[in-house]
């Protein structure tokens, strides 16, 4: 059963283009989150996701980020109009449920911006 | 709102010896877990222990134990017979209640093992 897929693994960005993260849940599992980890810091909680929904987004700023999980495909997390203070590693979990609160964490992407 | 406290940024132990290394937490929630998580310098997230709050009993796998103080809301990890593998930055997480989804993680202590 392959883990949770993120690409790209590392993304460089000139300052205000976009920025595509992608995130492949495990098989099986339909909710999905982001978390964004700075340099020397923890991760720390952005979105919260379903099929189609977004159940959470209180750790999203107000703007230049959304998050979609259509009903087909993997999970995208896209920043526009990048600025150097978005440079940071992005993770995505993914879990079959809420009861247990068990996530299981992709390798992460790394994004670069100069 | 939920917050996690580490208060050791880093920690060293011998190989083969025991190290513990210190959580605190706050949470309004009755119901809700904790868990220990690990990031090699690979930088991906492993699950390495998770305890439910309203189980008394310590939870253990393998070399890894906890001491749950749900009164005293701490919540410490101990490793056994450090290997060297073992290196890496440990996060505790809170999860639970009415957030249900979201992880709220600590600070992160760097633990160095020692050959």
């Not at chain 1, 993260?21 to 980890?37: A, E, T």
């Not at chain 1, 720390?44 to 703007?63: A, C, H, R, T, W």
């Not at chain 2, 709102?1 to 513990?20: D, L, N, W």
């Not at chain 2, 001491?67 to 060297?84: E, G, T, V």
Request: aromatic share 12%; charged share 20%.
């Amino acid at each position: 059963n392959a883990g949770v897929m993120q690409n790209p693994r590392h993304l460089v960005r000139r300052r205000g283009q976009e920025a595509r993260l992608r995130c492949s849940p495990m098989k099986g599992h339909s909710h999905v989150y982001w978390y964004r980890q700075l340099p020397e810091e923890g991760l720390k909680f952005m979105v919260y996701l379903q099929k189609e929904n977004i159940i959470d987004e209180s750790g999203m700023p107000k703007e230049r980020f959304s998050a979609e999980f259509p009903k087909e495909g993997p999970s995208i997390l896209r920043i526009q109009q990048v600025v150097r203070g978005d440079s940071a590693a992005y993770f995505c979990a993914s879990s079959a449920g809420t009861v247990t609160y068990e996530q299981y964490f992709g390798p992460g992407t790394r994004l670069t911006v100069t | 709102a939920q917050t996690v406290t580490q208060s050791q940024p880093e920690m060293s132990v011998q190989e083969a010896e025991t190290v513990t290394l210190s959580c605190t937490y706050d949470t309004s929630e009755s119901d809700y877990y904790l868990f220990w998580y690990k990031q090699p310098p690979s930088r991906q997230m492993i699950l390495v222990i998770r305890q439910e709050a309203y189980k008394q009993q310590n939870a253990t796998e393998n070399r890894f134990s906890v001491n749950f103080q749900k009164a005293a809301k701490s919540f410490s990890l101990k490793i056994s017979d450090s290997q060297l593998g073992d290196a890496a930055m440990y996060f505790c997480v809170n999860a639970g209640g009415t957030s249900y989804g979201k992880l709220t993680f600590g600070q992160g202590t760097i633990l160095t093992v020692h050959p």
